[in-house]
């Protein structure tokens, strides 16, 4: 078969045909409904045994558009008289031999379990995606329905952090190209699902202080990684009741906004110490001080422990 491309004026005069338009527009749209599970369920139960579909519910299936119609529809259950427990499934079913998209009720073998979904692909055969899935019970005389939607996805957009999509949809992603950043919208705030600073190194010297390792972070995913250095006393003894600032300065972006962290440290002859790394709302906002320590003297080091995480995003 040679190549070919549709719609075209070389190819059937424009006129595309129900498989070439499922194989052009599957991709248009995720399979399924149209909204996001905080939305009204598209399935519950009805009288007896029946199930009932909300009106003006709209979803894709391979491309094909479907709407349950402007008043609610109802669906038929099976009796069960097996004398066991049967589940149906409620899907939407795309049949290919008179290509409609229409909401029906798939009976369960009883004591199995939901029905499997079929997913045929090709030119013929049925595309099915859940919409609920519904529990009878031996003899029942009423149903129970637990919602089970597929609801169509929403596509990944390119931006910066300061063009994000005003009115986004739940689910939304984007990926902030100045910062690498890649967020999706839960409705409320966009969340941080990946980000890498990369190592940053958060040294700040001071007189009274040399640096003997280096202050480093990093932020993977809106946590903070802090690993503080090592530190040696330099000219006048520390005395015990005195706290110190440490050289380390956590940079604005990078500090929790309203909780300290508290790290614990060595000093020299194994004395412990406790550090803290001051919050954004703190009057030393992103310091690092030692307290609660002893006597520390002219060449004594401070090695803090394992690192500290915190989230900011």
Request: proline share 4%.
């Amino acid at each position: 078969m040679a190549q070919n491309s549709w719609p075209s004026p070389a190819h059937n005069s424009r006129a595309v045909t129900d498989i070439e338009f499922e194989a052009l527009a599957a991709r248009f749209s995720d399979d399924g409904v149209y909204g996001s599970p905080t939305d009204t369920a598209v399935v519950s139960a009805g009288t007896g045994l029946n199930v009932n579909i909300r009106a003006d519910v709209y979803a894709s299936v391979r491309g094909q558009a479907w709407i349950s119609g402007t008043s609610t529809v109802t669906l038929s259950v099976g009796a069960n008289s097996s004398g066991s427990t049967r589940v149906d499934r409620v899907v939407l079913r795309l049949d290919r031999s008179v290509w409609t998209v229409r909401a029906v009720v798939k009976a369960g073998t009883p004591g199995a379990g939901a029905p499997a979904l079929t997913q045929q692909t090709g030119d013929t055969g049925v595309y099915e995606i859940s919409l609920a899935t519904v529990t009878v019970l031996n003899g029942a005389a009423s149903v129970t329905v637990t919602r089970a939607e597929l609801y169509a996805g929403t596509r990944m957009r390119a931006c910066t952090s300061s063009t994000r999509n005003t009115n986004p949809l739940v689910g939304e992603l984007c990926m902030e190209t100045d910062t690498g950043r890649v967020r999706v919208w839960n409705g409320t705030a966009w969340i941080i699902l990946y980000s890498d600073s990369g190592v940053v190194a958060v040294n700040s010297p001071l007189l009274a202080w040399d640096i003997v390792a280096d202050s480093v972070l990093q932020v993977r995913s809106g946590t903070v990684h802090l690993r503080l250095g090592g530190f040696r006393r330099v000219g006048a003894t520390l005395t015990a009741g005195t706290a110190s600032r440490l050289p380390v300065l956590i940079p604005s972006a990078y500090r929790h906004p309203s909780r300290d962290q508290y790290v614990v440290a060595y000093v020299s002859g194994l004395a412990i110490a406790r550090l803290i790394v001051y919050s954004s709302a703190d009057e030393r906002p992103g310091q690092v001080w030692i307290t609660n320590k002893p006597e520390i003297a002219d060449g004594e080091s401070v090695f803090p422990t394992s690192g500290v995480s915190w989230v900011v995003d």
